[in-house]
């Protein structure tokens, strides 16, 4: 198991910048794919992918709705997993949690939420327009 904290969250205007920084706990952060995902208010259902590291950090994968202006990247040295926001825009504002997925395939890289086995608490994101 590894332990997840998320920080960097905040209140930007439209177009502004963030960015997301998840810590991990423990030795064995190199060996997990991470991954970004986020609740919107009033949204019930399961969080939605934002953006996935290989271990390796070589492929990534983002959703359509962010493609151009975030960018995931991994420090496996300092166990920690960034998501840089740019070009923030009001449907970007969300509870964004940081998730983390062990796999043994360096370059593989995972997006769908019920695979992921270790969650943070999530940091809050609000855009205002």
């Known amino acids: 198991q590894v332990q997840l904290v998320e920080s960097g969250g905040g209140l930007v205007q439209a177009g502004g910048s963030l960015r997301l920084s998840c810590a991990a706990s423990g030795r064995t952060f190199s060996t997990y794919v991470m991954g970004w995902f986020r609740q919107a208010p009033g949204k019930e259902r399961e969080p939605e992918f934002v953006a996935a590291i290989s271990r390796s950090g070589v492929n990534t994968d983002y959703a359509d709705s962010v493609k151009g202006r975030f960018t995931i990247s991994r420090d496996n040295a300092r166990n920690t997993v960034y998501l840089q926001m740019n070009s923030l825009k009001p449907e970007d504002t969300a509870v964004y949690y940081c998730?983390?997925?062990?796999?043994?395939?360096?370059?593989?890289?995972?997006?769908?939420?019920?695979?992921?086995?270790?969650w943070g608490q999530g940091t809050q994101v609000t855009v205002s327009s």
């Open positions: 998730a983390a997925r062990q796999e043994g395939n360096i370059f593989r890289v995972t997006t769908t939420p019920a695979l992921f086995g270790n």
